[in-house]
Structures are given as C-alpha cells and as structure tokens.
C-alpha cells in the first residue's frame, strides 16, 4: 500500500513544480523568451498572445539546460522589419504566454518602453556654422543659431516621430523645449532655436527664439543654460565679455562733478547708462555725475560689442562736504569764544579719509601759513591734526587763526577761524 502511494506522488511531483515565466519583461522593438520547467515533455510549443489586440504567435519549445525555452519573440510595432517570430504591440500591451505542457500553464508581461542604447540618454548642443554651413558642437550658448539634440531610443514610442519635452533651467526658472524625432523610429530628438541677450529698461534678458523670432521665453541673464533629462545634465556657459568700470567705487563730495568711464572693452559699440533704475540719455563710454544730495546710488552700464551684451556696476555716494573746526588739544572739546594764543588747539575736519592735508595761518599781512597732515582720529570718525600753538604762528591776543580744507577736486573749500585772546 505504501509503495503504491509513494509511486501516486512521485508521478504528480513534475506537474506540481511545473512553471511557464518570461526571462524578462517584454520591450518595445525587442526580443524575449518564454521558458516552460518542471514538465516531463521535451517538446511542445507556447503561444504568446496580446489582449489587446487578440494577435497570437504560436513558437516552438527547445530543450535548454534550464528546461525549454521558447523564441525569440520580437515585441514589434507595425513599422518594424518583423523577426521570425513576432508580435505587434504598444507600450503598456499585456501580453499572455500559455502551453499544454504540465496540465496548461500560463503567465502574463507587460510591454515596457524600448531599451536605450548604450550611452543613452545623451544630451549635445550645437550651433551652425554659417561659414562651413553645417552643425558643429557649442561651448557656449548664443548669440547663435542653436540645436539641442537628445538620443535616446527609450522616448521612440510610435510609427511617428514622437515628442519630447526638455526641461531648460535658466538662473532660478524652469522652462521646457518640445523635441521632435528626427526620423519616425531614429531615437534622435532635437530643437532648432536662437538665443539673444537685450536690453530691457536697465538689465539684460536672455531671450529664447524659434526660427520664426517668436519668444519662447525669457529671463534675466544667468550664467548659462542647463538642460535636464533622466538625470542626465548640460550645462552650457552663456557667451559674453568682460566689462570694467573705473571707478568701480567713486565717491562724491556734494558740490562736486565726478565720472564713470568704461575702460573695457576698449570700443564698445554701444554702451547705455542707468543710475538707481532710471535710463539715462547719455550715450558713449562716460557718465557724469554731480552730487546734489547725500545718498548712495547704483550705475549700471550695458555695453554692447558686436551682437553680445554685457554688463557692469559701479557704486557711487554723495557725502556731505568736509566741516572744519578748532578744538581743544587736551579735551578735545569745540573752542568757543577767544582762545589763549599760548595754549595748543587740533584742527578737526569731518567727512574726510585719513591722510588728507589742511592749511593753518594767521589772517592778515604775515599769514605763517604751514600745512599739516590729519593723523588721528577722533572717537566719532573725525580726523585731527597735531596739536598747534597759535603763538607759533605768530598770533597772539586780538588776531585770528584760520584753517582750510580744500577738496581735491577743487569744487569746494572748507575753512574755519579762532579768534585769539
């Protein structure tokens, strides 16, 4: 009895184990496999059948090492040179793999998009060079006719050429690009677009263009291009120049003219000013301020040289003009009223840099006059000179002492007097 049972299980072993299992999931435009294991057969057949279309193919099974094999089955669309044995499907198809074999078995895939060839996805700029008339690779982005081109068979969907979108990051914005398949089944998308950098008010925008000039966007210029696609990233450098201005700091006494100048490029053919946002009507290399008022202010150049655009800054500030006055030596307190001729005074001069001179004399027919330098600086930002006798000078009870600051530029002087006892 027990050997008999013994012989009802062993026989059933090969059904129970038996498994029909695709060796990987179908692909578009690819091959796969069906094996069918654990049966006791050794031929037979699968039939491999898409739901959607009640399309089937019927492929003859092949003692392998690992049971028997069924294929290769193309995954083909209507386009496709069909295989020997092949199916017509879509991405996202579920395809059926079924056989007799083991009391029936049977399995299901879904059709996934077509694998990307080796080194894809891969992202390339060029620009066409109108001297060679043809497509040469771009270091850097416009002012050019451009073409981004993105291989990679995984977007080749259809018997059409398909679309696809690439996202273009432009400073902090994000833009997309539609690229269309060269061919209907190539895998090989592109764009053709023209990019500009232009004024606008008292900035530079990168404008993006078709062939055709529409704006397909713009943003304030940023460094460069970056285009983004399955992980893949191409940065791109915009092309551009160096724009200096001298001074890149000036500072302006209020009374007093100054200038900005543009020093490079040597000659711009174009340069454009605007001070704290507002265009000016200036026109050429120089810009001439004149200090009305304290305030801080901002220029701002754009330059043209050739097709490009460029731009730079300077800071500029308007201070109050320099006030001189005497006090005492040892206090440092203003001087009021008349002051002994004998005791030592310090000439204080406010809204001046260390180093600048002043002039001290006695008013009248022998003026004595001695230039000194401001060397220390008082506790709330004034300098000071040495401290002076008025004696020294050759002054004494009922004359008076003076001291001058004159402006480098010569656009304003600054004086004081001390009456002396």
């Not at 291009?225 to 893949?232: A, I, M, P, V």
Request: proline share 8%.
């Amino acid at each position: 009895m027990m050997r008999w049972l013994l012989a009802v299980v062993m026989a059933a072993l090969p059904a129970l184990g038996a498994e029909i299992v695709f060796e990987q999931s179908p692909s578009l435009v690819g091959t796969f496999h069906v094996f069918v294991r654990g049966v006791a057969e050794t031929v037979g057949e699968v039939t491999v059948v898409n739901l959607r279309t009640s399309e089937l193919v019927r492929v003859p099974l092949v003692p392998v090492e690992e049971g028997l094999r069924a294929g290769p089955v193309h995954a083909r669309r209507e386009c496709d040179v069909p295989l020997s044995s092949s199916l017509v499907v879509r991405v996202g198809d579920t395809v059926v793999a079924a056989t007799t074999l083991g009391g029936g078995l049977s399995a299901t895939a879904r059709v996934g998009p077509r694998l990307p060839r080796p080194g894809e996805p891969k992202l390339t700029l060029e620009w066409w060079d109108d001297v060679e008339m043809k497509w040469v690779p771009a270091k850097e982005a416009g002012p050019a006719r451009l073409r981004i081109v993105l291989e990679y068979a995984t977007a080749d969907v259809t018997c059409d050429p398909d679309v696809v979108s690439l996202p273009v990051e432009v400073g902090a914005q994000t833009f997309a690009l539609a690229l269309a398949e060269d061919a209907a089944t190539s895998g090989r998308f592109n764009v053709e677009f023209v990019t500009v950098v232009e004024p606008q008010r008292c900035d530079l925008v990168l404008r993006v263009l078709s062939l055709v000039r529409d704006v397909l966007f713009e943003a304030p210029v940023p460094a460069g291009l970056s285009f983004r696609f399955e992980g893949q990233r191409l940065f791109t450098p915009l092309h551009t120049f160096r724009v200096t201005l001298v001074p890149s700091v000036l500072v302006l006494p209020v009374g007093c003219l100054g200038e900005v100048r543009v020093v490079e490029p040597a000659r711009a053919d174009e340069v454009r000013w605007c001070v704290d946002g507002l265009e000016q009507p200036v026109r050429g290399p120089v810009l001439t301020l004149f200090a009305d008022a304290p305030r801080a202010l901002r220029v701002v150049a754009l330059v043209r040289s050739g097709l490009r655009w460029a731009r730079a800054e300077s800071t500029v500030t308007y201070t109050p003009q320099a006030q001189v006055s005497f006090v005492d030596a040892v206090t440092g307190r203003p001087v009021l009223g008349l002051w002994p001729c004998t005791h030592f005074v310090r000439v204080r001069v406010e809204n001046v840099t260390i180093g600048a001179r002043i002039t001290v004399g006695k008013l009248g027919p022998d003026p004595r006059a001695k230039e000194l330098v401001l060397v220390e600086m008082a506790p709330d930002g004034a300098f000071l000179s040495e401290p002076i006798r008025p004696s020294d000078f050759g002054a004494c009870a009922g004359d008076v002492l003076w001291a001058q600051y004159r402006d480098p530029r010569g656009c304003y002087t600054a004086f004081a007097t001390l009456p002396l006892r």
